[in-house]
């Protein structure tokens, strides 16, 4: 069973950056997908951004538009980590951020979707102040 620990998350204030860090062990399928969703008070987890490699062994990032130019999503293999670095926070990116894998084979055309994944993380906070 895969087993997903995020960290990082935090108080910051608009402007400020913050690392987010996803520790994940138990996978037996050797190319999942990765991503980060997010989810504020009252609204839909929504997709920020997604990492999924081709059988080349090419990796193909995905980002939702709220993230492009300010998120960068990132994993190392060897210690099994998938991380967001977050620039520029505001007030909105606020929110519980969640590490999620889809461990099942096949490619997903843009990968930021809930219903795409497999598993998931028990989240961790993010809150920026203006």
């Known amino acids: 069973q895969v087993h997903l620990v995020e960290s990082g998350g935090g108080s910051v204030q608009a402007e400020g950056s913050l690392r987010l860090s996803c520790v994940a062990s138990?996978?037996?399928?050797?190319?999942?997908?990765m991503g980060w969703f997010r989810q504020a008070p009252g609204k839909e987890r929504e997709g920020v951004a997604a990492?999924?490699?081709?059988?080349?062994?090419?990796?193909?990032?995905y980002y939702a538009d709220s993230a492009k130019g300010r998120f960068t999503i990132s994993r190392d293999n060897a210690e099994n980590t998938l991380y967001l670095e977050m620039n520029n926070l505001k007030p909105e990116d606020t929110a519980i951020y969640f590490c999620?894998?889809?461990?099942?084979?096949?490619?997903?055309?843009?990968?930021?979707?809930?219903?795409?994944?497999?598993?998931w993380g028990q989240g961790t906070q993010v809150t920026v102040s203006s």
């Open positions: 999620a894998t889809r461990t099942t084979p096949g490619w997903v055309p843009v990968p930021l979707f809930p219903s795409d994944f497999t598993d």
């Open positions: 138990g996978y037996t399928y050797n190319r999942p997908i």
């Open positions: 990492v999924q490699r081709s059988a080349s062994g090419a990796d193909y990032t």
